[in-house]
């Protein structure tokens, strides 16, 4: 079992910044994946960035240039989200994936990002 707590939703102009944070606990393998995924209201959850057990980040073409992804402890990551945009607007939700081992699953309970005006 694997538990997140996620933090850092929020409400933001366009052209404003937010800055998730998603803490993994429990049940940990060493190859693994986590990122963020978000699923806008009418949408499927989609991919917004990953960053693997070696740091190996990977971005929807969406956002690059605007989030960064980047981990602070094993664990632990954080999606800076700059020039934020309406179609940002999401409930975005934390991931862990493991890789080779285990292969589980899981997600946090998702945190919800609004964009507007």
């Known amino acids: 079992q694997v538990d997140f707590v996620e933090s850092g939703g929020g409400w933001a102009q366009p052209g404003g910044s937010l800055r998730l944070s998603c803490a993994a606990s429990g049940s940990i393998n060493t190859i693994h994946v986590m990122g963020w995924y978000r699923q806008a209201l009418g949408k499927q959850r989609e991919l917004v960035a990953t960053i693997n057990a070696i740091d190996h980040t990977n971005y929807a073409d969406s956002v690059k240039g605007r989030f960064i992804i980047s981990r602070e402890a094993r664990s632990t990551i954080n999606l800076q989200m700059n020039n934020l945009k309406p179609e940002d607007t999401a409930v975005y939700y934390c991931?862990?994936?493991?890789?080779?081992?285990?292969?589980?699953?899981?997600w946090g309970q998702g945190t919800q990002v609004t964009v507007s005006s």
């Open positions: 991931n862990y994936r493991e890789e080779i081992v285990g292969l589980r699953t899981y």
